[in-house]
């Protein structure tokens, strides 16, 4: 089975681009790249990966793997990159075999990766350098936001660089919206992950309730997911939760990751943060109960 699914993709002159890093968010964006019709040339830390890509993707337009971050990006119009944190990042852009090393001046380097904004600068400043622009570009929408091509993405850099960016990323966006200069990117996805412990955290203390008061969960969350309680949390893990299922993708090792680079940015800019602070103590709960691989959701798993 294919690891994405079909989306009538918004029209885009074909592009030789490379995508560095085929984790469960990469490999699939990478996909909706060669279906749109690009040139596409991958690398992975392991090559098997890569490989079983060019397999899945043989049909498209010659793809390709490369053994270093530097050979796949030689040539490129564009390079994607989306890998774990800010080391992982460091390490496959910067050095003799980094992306940087082989790309040509006036490519465009795009990085999806959730990491802080100190790095999307320190990248913005010496790709700038080698006369090549960067925009930082985290995304929402999980694994299955990768797979359908409907990623929400928050960009950070320039303008005119961004415009030559979004046609070819709308191959696996919904939304791909520029929110500032360079850093901009990261600061919102941190905005965004705030936002989705508070409610996760909600989400699980009203089903517990309602689970031990003796109600239809199922039939609540369809009642009031019609008023002002709904949201995406409610809509796609409401019922999941119900039926005790974590295993959709976004897991608590990674959503703690992403809550230290908020708590180091909050540090810097002032920004209290109590109801963050105090999920987060929750998520390492998780983590104990052998939950470091569930999904965000698993939250309600402690309430129980």
Known sequence: MSSINPKTYESAPSTHVAFIGMGVMGYPMAGHLAT??????VYNRSPAKAQAWVAEFAKSKAPKSAPTP????????????CVGNDEDLRSVIFGADGA???MKAGAILVDHTTASADVAREIYAAAKNLGIPFIDAPVSGGQGGAQNGLLTVMCGGDESVFDCVKPVAMAFSRAFTLMGASGAGQ?????NQICIAGLVQGLSEAIAFGQKAGL?????????????????????????????????????????KDLGLVFDEAKRNG??????????????DVQKLGG?????????????
């Open 36 to 41: 749109a019709g690009h040139a596409v040339t």
């Open 70 to 81: 530097r050979e796949a990006a030689a040539g490129a119009d564009i390079v994607f990159c």
């Open 100 to 102: 940087l090393a082989g």
């Open 187 to 191: 600061l919102t996805k941190m905005v």
């Open 216 to 256: 239809d969960m199922n039939l609540v969350l369809d009642v009031i997911g019609k008023g002002a309680a709904q949201s995406w949390q409610m809509d796609n893990r409401g019922k999941t939760m119900v039926a005790d299922k974590f295993d959709f993708g976004f897991a608590v090792d990674w959503m703690r």
């Open 271 to 284: 920004a209290v943060l109590p109801v963050t602070m105090l999920v987060d103590q929750f998520y390492g």
């Open 292 to 304: 470091k691989r569930w999904d965000t959701s698993s939250l309600i798993k402690r309430l129980r």
